[in-house]
């Protein structure tokens, strides 16, 4: 129960922090994206307020044998660069550079009402159905596939 | 260069850090938006509370912004609708496919050193920047 509590207030320093930071404003991001144009450095320092904090904060919970309200830390495991998260990221950095918005500030500025950004989440939320769909599907023809040949490993 | 607010930024910065260090240090979860929200959108039991109250916070830090500070919601640059429909399909997907995105890769990954992040997090600044640069230049920013 406690932790819902903290993950509700870790929720609203998180969109408080956005708002403060300039990242739920596009022009600001287009901004800071536009590299060989009116270069808008500031949210570079986004990143370093961000990031100092959180440097620290990680090293510290290393020291911790669990986290304070919860059994186990659940942090990814995996180390190894392949084509999904290259090509993954390539196509976020598009929709980020042609909207403007990334995830956090797009649900924060649900709050504002205007209609772009709920198309804006609307649109955001099917992409993600979109990916369960096809994984699920490369997941049902990789088992069919596979059972005739072990060669049909991953692509 | 103009509207550049490094101090702003800076705090800012420092409030979504403080945020992501207390989702670990109290509940060990990683504060990645686009996880957070996919594991609403395709709940699993038993891991999806916590994630609808991150994000109903996020909702509500929204509306107190719109009180104490409007300006957070002066968006400056709204593309066309059919343009942010477009990205937000990607957006979705794209952070589907490649586990992460700004929050998730670009704060708590990069601070961790971890190497998926970090090769993230050059990737989506280098197709966002070079999608902002073909938009403004050869588009001739008209959108």
Redesign the interface.
């Known amino acids: 129960m406690k932790s819902l509590v903290t993950s509700f207030i870790s929720g609203v320093v998180f969109a408080l922090g956005l708002g403060i930071s300039g990242m739920t404003r596009p022009v600001k991001v287009i901004g800071f994206l536009d590299f060989f144009g009116a270069w808008d450095a500031s949210l570079a320092f986004v990143i370093v307020g961000a990031i100092a904090v959180y440097f620290v904060a990680y090293r510290f919970s290393r020291t911790m044998p669990s986290p304070l309200l919860a059994p186990d830390f659940s942090l990814p495991k995996r180390s190894d660069i392949d084509a999904k998260l290259v090509l993954g990221a390539a196509v976020f950095g598009v929709g980020w550079g042609l909207s403007g918005f990334c995830p956090g500030p797009a649900l924060t500025s649900l709050a504002s009402g205007a209609p772009a950004v709920a198309i804006f989440v609307a649109a955001m939320a099917l992409g993600m159905y979109i990916y369960s769909w096809v994984s699920e599907i490369r997941a049902a023809t990789r088992t069919f596939a596979a059972a005739p040949s072990e060669s049909m490993q991953d692509a | ?31 990645g ?2 996880g957070i ?2 594991g609403v ?2 709940p699993v039991k038993g891991d999806w ?3 609808a ?14 009180k104490l ?1 409007p300006g ?8 066309p ?1 059919p ?17 992460g ?3 998730g ?8 050193l ?3 992040s970090l ?3 050059a ?11 073909l ?3 050869l588009a001739g920013g008209s959108l």
């Open positions: 260069m103009h509207n550049f607010t490094p101090f702003a930024s800076f705090f800012g910065g420092v409030l979504i850090g403080l945020s992501a260090s207390a989702m670990l240090l109290l509940d060990g979860k990683i504060a938006i686009s929200l996919a959108l395709k509370v916590w994630r109250c991150f994000l109903a916070g996020l909702f509500a830090g929204g509306l107190l912004l719109g500070l957070a919601f002066d968006f400056g640059l709204i593309r609708l343009l942010l429909a477009i990205a937000g399909l990607a957006v979705g997907f794209g952070t589907r496919l490649g586990s995105c700004t929050s890769h670009g704060v708590c990954g990069v601070s961790r971890s190497p998926r090769v993230a997090t990737t989506f600044i280098f197709t966002g920047a070079l999608t902002v640069y938009l403004n230049h």
